[in-house]
């Protein structure tokens, strides 16, 4: 065989075999990788206890509550099966928005209530116009509408 | 044999230099141009977006930067194991004339991202696994250089850092992929092959044309470097002293 086809295949094999350990080590690594806990993995007790983690999900239509302290805010994470309340003291993002999504950092307190020391804003993957955005929530209302009139 | 031998043509150093030295002025001229008109759509023209106003207007440096420094890669590594494999002295040469434009796209990527999060996340940068392994393909790169220029025979270098590159790249699918396989603060694909875009179209043409911008201006650096490199290396070659002697002589070839 010659040199060069020698090492056509130390490279090949090589790059299979480094492809195969990395594959292992991050499936190993799979549960650490992961930079949230959605609120369903987090019922069914995922997430790790008494230590901090971090809980995705999308911030639930009109929970938002604000106490007259002005910083204290209560509001519930949802991923559409299961929906936790989260209480943060602090300033919440610019882009933090209901039915948006969100990160909080904290523990989980004994009630049952998530206690955030940092929230950060999580955006989606889509870019349009403003005016695009209005003429979907409009076409949204129209269609609502239609479909109580039509009951 | 005809087409093999028209890849032995150009992977001579010496049929190289004058062939890319007729390219670059056609890609600085694109690059130039494409920047100059991705900019002014990117700024003036597009919409802004309808959460983040206008400081999503950062993406049309991001994601070209980010999407190049990864290609690059890739083509690095490509060059690195031609070069080790079939000893082509000319791919040794253009892997280690990407690594440092892939390396500055890097830096610029992960740069406006920073700038990026703070004000859409709330935060400069997280350990999330986007983040991460594309941060860690910035010290593959830095780690690529150094061994390069760590090693004086230029021939030894290219054949150490070529295994270096060619580890590395199982890196970049892992980049690729995090948003897909992990959650992450950072947004899945918003453009990917296989799914419809979730952007506006303007956006959209306006990053490609950002995109192919970027592209001509990483051929013309690499381009420019490699030369250098060919005329180092064969400083000692009948060509070279001629191409020195016409040029002396105030003739430009």
Redesign the interface.
């Known amino acids: 065989m010659k040199a060069?086809n020698k090492?056509?295949i130390f490279?090949i094999v090589?790059?299979a075999g480094?492809?195969v350990a990395?594959g292992l080590v991050?499936n190993a690594l799979?549960s650490n990788?992961?930079?949230?806990f959605?609120p369903t993995e987090v019922k069914a007790d995922k997430a790790p206890k008494d230590r901090t983690f971090r809980l995705?999900g999308m911030v639930v239509d009109k929970s938002l509550k604000r106490e007259d302290d002005g910083l204290t805010v209560h509001f519930q994470v949802t991923d559409k099966l299961e929906t936790m309340d989260v209480t943060f003291v602090g300033i919440?993002?610019?882009?933090?928005?209901e039915g948006?999504g969100v990160?909080a950092q904290g523990k989980l307190g004994s009630n049952g209530v998530f206690m955030a020391d940092e929230?950060?804003?999580?955006?989606?993957?889509?870019?349009?116009?403003?005016?695009?955005?209005d003429a979907i929530e409009k076409g949204e209302k129209a269609n609502m509408q239609k479909n109580v009139s039509t009951n | 044999m005809a087409k093999s031998r028209f890849w032995l043509y150009f992977s001579s150093p010496k049929t190289f230099y004058p062939f890319s030295g007729k390219l670059i002025p056609w890609c600085v001229g694109v690059a130039a141009v494409l920047m100059a008109v991705g900019l002014y759509m990117g700024l003036l023209v597009t919409?802004?977006?309808?959460?983040?106003g206008d400081s999503?207007r950062i993406?049309y440096i991001h994601v070209p930067a980010v999407w190049m420094s990864m290609i690059i890669y890739m083509v690095m590594a490509g060059w690195a194991?031609v070069g080790?494999?079939?000893?082509v002295k000319l791919a040794e040469m253009m892997a280690g004339a990407l690594a440092p434009t892939g390396a500055i796209f890097t830096v610029i990527g992960l740069w406006t991202g920073a700038l990026w999060g703070r004000?859409?996340?709330?935060?400069y940068w997280?350990?999330?696994?986007r983040l991460t392994t594309y941060l860690v393909m910035l010290f593959l790169y830095m780690g690529y250089i150094a061994l390069r220029s760590a090693i004086d025979d230029p021939r030894r270098a290219s054949k150490a850092s070529a295994l270096l590159a060619?580890?590395g790249?199982?890196n970049v699918p892992?980049i690729y992929f995090s948003v897909k396989?992990?959650?992450?603060?950072h947004?899945?694909?918003?453009v990917a092959p296989g799914q419809e875009s979730?952007?506006?179209p303007t956006?959209l043409w306006t990053m490609m044309i950002m995109v192919i911008a970027f592209w001509a201006y990483t051929l013309a650096v690499s381009l420019i470097r490699v030369r250098c490199d060919i005329l180092e290396r064969e400083k000692n070659s009948s060509w070279v002293a001629e191409l020195l002697q016409g040029s002396s002589a105030g003739n430009k070839q």
């Open positions: 060069r090492r056509l490279v090589g790059v480094l492809a990395a991050l799979n990788v992961a930079f949230f959605s995705g919440l993002p610019d882009l933090f928005q948006q990160v929230v950060l804003a999580k955006h989606d993957e889509t870019y349009m116009p403003p005016e695009v955005q | 919409p802004p977006d309808y959460r983040m999503y993406i194991a080790l494999i079939w000893n004000p859409t996340w709330g935060a997280v350990w999330d696994a060619i580890v790249g199982i892992i396989w992990w959650n992450t603060l947004q899945p694909f918003t979730k952007i506006d956006m």
